[in-house]
């Protein structure tokens, strides 16, 4: 079995997956680059002279209305959704590769129509085009990720995934940082300029690597899934074995149901549980009230008056990134995804709702303004260390083989759908001509940490060093979420034992060479993610 040879190599013999990994997860950069930029944009008089208005009540003189400051977060996350939700139509006419080419195209795009307009609507426009972009990039690209990665470091695999999107906000904010000091359309026009350079890396680097070999078998394309596998594998390694698992449990995926598409998601009990575990263990993410810090930390920090709001950016997220590389040390030995989740919402209600308290006491002090960024630190560390990395693990390892494109962008754009609704909001909380709530906007959000963590402590499945085949085979034997943890798997599917939907299956015969099936396997062909 492939989850044998797992257990028999390490990080040395797979260099090979884990740097073609490290190539995809440079996706998650951009997306992380663009919000990095974004968010400090909102805070720089170059841009605000542009887009927003004279307001000499406030700490830089210049604010931008409420409604603005919606849609210029709001778009991007926008098309995300849109796109992500597309992922089983990409899946089905493109592939993996095909859409991160087409999501790097509207990124040079985009990103141009941003540096050269100076209308409202044009920004619109290249704020929603960015976003489609985007959403194919952290759809597809963490499909490929989940895919091609051996089980035992496959969350190793998506820690470097969300490492990078820490990453990219932190370069996104340092930039922002020095361009703050320049007075001009300069200000917003070189950063936006440094959006192209990853684009152009995965243009290129996407020449040199393979196709997923579990979307090209889906497509009924063994012989290319063998290739792909052993460009992915070291020397040794027993392709044909991991490939025999991927047939297999495609055949027990087709006993259940052999169609594909959003409407199968929610047909048998199987996959409609998969799909509802998939969808709410990715979007827990929104539910930690993430998007507010990352979207609105530069902004919220200057109207809070709370020290220098760049430089605080800056330590917020570079925090974030070193707690996102101790996690990338640790997930493979130590990677449990309940107990990782379940700490990690705790410690981030409790940051909020004690950020809450003390602004409400103490409102605009230093005093408080410490207290503030100290507990935005420790918030950040608690969801990049803790939540971040599993939420997406959860979001793509719980999917079915022949759905998870389905799946994984139905869970992604409702993941995107939480984030929109997050920045969609946000300023009516925080913009001090509205609501001007500041820090207090974190009582909303502790309680939205406790539902949260009780789900996933009560629901989710431990899958920690599981392959997709060997959870895959859990799951079509009913295996309780609370039993996953210890469960042994034999390699064999229950579900090939029962006997088969005549309208769902496809027999040898049905291939148009006349013969008649020799056994009661089931041929997949044609199957799709």
């Known amino acids: 079995m492939a989850s044998d040879q797992d257990q028999k190599t390490g990080m040395k013999e797979h260099w090979k997956a884990l740097l073609i990994i490290c190539l995809v997860s440079l996706s998650s950069f951009q997306y992380g680059l663009d919000f990095g930029i974004i968010g400090g944009l909102q805070a720089m008089i170059g841009f605000l002279q542009v887009f927003g208005q004279r307001a000499p009540d406030t700490p830089l003189?210049?604010?931008?209305?409420?409604?603005?400051?919606?849609?210029?977060?709001?778009?991007?996350?926008?098309?995300?959704?849109?796109?992500?939700?597309?992922?089983?139509?990409?899946?089905?006419?493109?592939?993996?590769?095909?859409?991160?080419?087409?999501?790097?195209?509207?990124?040079?795009?985009?990103?141009?129509?941003?540096?050269?307009?100076?209308?409202?609507?044009?920004?619109?426009?290249?704020?929603?085009?960015?976003?489609?972009?985007?959403?194919?990039?952290?759809?597809?690209?963490?499909?490929?990720?989940?895919?091609?990665?051996?089980?035992?470091?496959?969350?190793?695999?998506?820690?470097?995934?969300?490492?990078?999107?820490?990453?990219?906000?932190?370069?996104?904010?340092?930039?922002?940082?020095?361009?703050?000091?320049?007075?001009?359309?300069?200000?917003?026009?070189?950063?936006?300029?440094?959006?192209?350079?990853?684009?152009?890396?995965?243009?290129?680097?996407?020449?040199?690597?393979?196709?997923?070999?579990?979307w090209l078998a889906t497509k009924g394309r063994m012989e290319e899934a063998e290739r792909a596998l052993r460009r992915l594998r070291p020397a040794g390694w027993s392709v044909t074995d991991e490939l025999d698992e991927m047939k297999t449990t495609l055949a027990a995926e087709a006993r259940l149901q052999s169609s594909v598409g959003y409407r199968t998601l929610f047909q048998n009990p199987i996959d409609r549980r998969r799909t509802i575990l998939s969808v709410l263990g990715l979007t827990t993410q929104a539910a930690s009230g993430a998007m507010f810090v990352i979207s609105y930390g530069t902004y919220f920090f200057e109207m809070a008056n709370v020290g220098n709001a760049f430089e605080n950016s800056c330590i917020l997220t570079g925090t974030g990134v070193a707690a996102l590389l101790f996690n990338a040390l640790i997930i493979t030995k130590y990677g449990r995804r309940r107990v990782m989740m379940v700490t990690g919402f705790i410690v981030c209600g409790l940051s909020q709702l004690v950020m809450a308290i003390v602004y409400t006491i103490e409102p605009g002090t230093p005093k408080t303004g410490k207290v503030i960024v100290g507990l935005s630190v420790i918030y950040i560390v608690a969801y990049n260390a803790l939540i971040s990395t599993y939420a997406w693990l959860s979001g793509g390892e719980l999917a079915s083989q022949r759905l998870r494109s389905h799946t994984f962008g139905l869970a992604t754009a409702l993941g995107f759908f939480g984030a929109w609704l997050t920045t969609f909001t946000a300023p009516y909380f925080i913009n001090p001509l509205k609501l001007g709530w500041g820090p207090k906007y974190g009582y909303i959000w502790t309680?939205?940490?406790?539902?949260?963590?009780?789900?996933?402590?009560?629901?989710?499945?431990?899958?920690?060093?599981?392959?997709?085949?060997?959870?895959?085979?859990?799951?079509?034997?009913?295996?309780?979420?609370?039993?996953?943890?210890?469960?042994?798997?034999?390699?064999?599917?229950?579900?090939?034992?029962?006997?088969?939907q005549a309208d769902h299956v496809e027999s040898q015969s049905s291939h148009g060479d006349g013969s008649e099936p020799k056994d009661s396997t089931t041929i997949v062909s044609g199957t799709e993610i």
Not at 149 to 156: I, W
Not at 474 to 484: I, Q, S
Request: contains cysteine.
């Open 447 to 500: 309680g939205s940490c406790v539902i949260a963590g009780t789900w996933i402590w009560l629901y989710l499945p431990e899958v920690k060093g599981r392959t997709l085949e060997q959870i895959d085979e859990m799951f079509e034997a009913r295996v309780p979420a609370r039993k996953f943890r210890k469960y042994r798997c034999t390699g064999h599917h229950v579900t090939l034992d029962e006997k088969p």
């Open 61 to 214: 003189g210049w604010n931008i209305n409420a409604e603005r400051q919606q849609l210029i977060s709001s778009l991007m996350i926008l098309g995300a959704f849109i796109s992500s939700s597309t992922a089983g139509f990409t899946a089905k006419y493109f592939g993996r590769k095909m859409s991160l080419w087409i999501a790097c195209i509207g990124v040079f795009l985009s990103t141009a129509v941003m540096q050269a307009t100076t209308d409202i609507g044009g920004l619109y426009a290249g704020r929603l085009i960015i976003g489609l972009s985007n959403g194919l990039l952290m759809t597809h690209a963490q499909l490929y990720i989940q895919e091609c990665a051996p089980g035992r470091y496959r969350g190793f695999g998506i820690s470097i995934f969300t490492y990078w999107v820490s990453v990219g906000s932190l370069v996104g904010t340092v930039i922002d940082n020095f361009a703050a000091k320049i007075h001009s359309r300069n200000a917003y026009i070189i950063p936006l300029g440094i959006v192209h350079f990853i684009p152009l890396v995965l243009t290129i680097g996407l020449f040199f690597i393979p196709e997923s070999p579990r």
